[in-house]
């Protein structure tokens, strides 16, 4: 088995006085689809936004065996890590198009292409010369995502992405991941919708009160009732 690029240790994470995470360990391999599931409030995004630069942090996040925190984000982006965030920020006066280039890291075209955008979201296509800001929350969605593949990570830290939107484009964003993992991009997925994490994920991660109560493989945690019943199930 592969040994993890991305891995966090020990990791704690404050705003302000507030002591949010308290040790998290987990870690993803390439081209590995991993969830990490809790209800809401547990620390999910804070674990991510944490990897991401965005919130202060201790203990270790590495990346290819380099130490991301104390790093800013734009920093950490460049080397090969995606964010998407659950609030999808998109630019709301430029086009779909003006919005997947500005996903792009410099001039030069990287493996993902527009076209590649356009094939997996065809709505995207359509709307190409669209303002954002005009779009639906599902298409919003689509673009936040393809807008950070254009960008050329290894991995991509997806936080809710299927918050709010209907079941098919739910389906749309499954497939994508899919995708991604055909591809050899890596994908962390912060999700509480169980069924589409439990379908793609290799191995899945429990939160509770800031720290991992579980880790183990979809069927792992299918067979342990007293885990989604204590940490899970509202």
């Known amino acids: 088995m592969a040994e993890p690029f991305f891995v966090i240790s020990d990791l704690h994470a404050y705003y302000g006085k507030s002591h949010v995470l308290h040790g998290v360990d987990l870690h993803v391999r390439k081209g590995e689809i991993v969830s990490l599931l809790g209800r809401n409030g547990v620390g999910r995004s804070t674990t991510v936004k944490a990897a991401m630069g965005m919130v202060h942090a201790e203990g270790s996040v590495r990346f290819r065996g380099e130490e991301l925190l104390g790093r800013k984000p734009y920093e950490i982006a460049h080397l090969g890590l995606g964010y998407v965030p659950e609030s999808r920020d998109i630019f709301p006066g430029l086009t779909v198009e003006q919005n997947l280039l500005l996903g792009m890291k410099g001039t030069k075209p990287g493996t993902w292409t527009f076209d590649d955008m356009y094939r997996m979201f065809p ?101 342990n009732a007293s885990v989604r019943k204590e940490w899970l199930e509202v």
Do not use: W
């Open 123 to 223: 709505r995207l296509a359509e709307r190409r010369n669209t303002p954002a800001g005009v779009l639906s929350g599902g298409e919003q969605q689509m673009l936040t995502l393809c807008r950070t593949l254009m960008g050329d990570p290894e991995l991509i830290m997806i936080d809710e992405p299927t918050e709010g939107l209907a079941p098919k484009i739910v389906e749309l964003v499954g497939e994508y991941l899919q995708t991604l993992k055909d591809r050899g991009v890596s994908v962390l997925l912060v999700e509480q919708k169980l069924a589409i994490a439990m379908d793609i994920s290799q191995r899945v991660y429990v939160m509770g009160h800031g720290r991992i109560v579980f880790e183990g493989t979809p069927a792992e945690l299918r067979a």
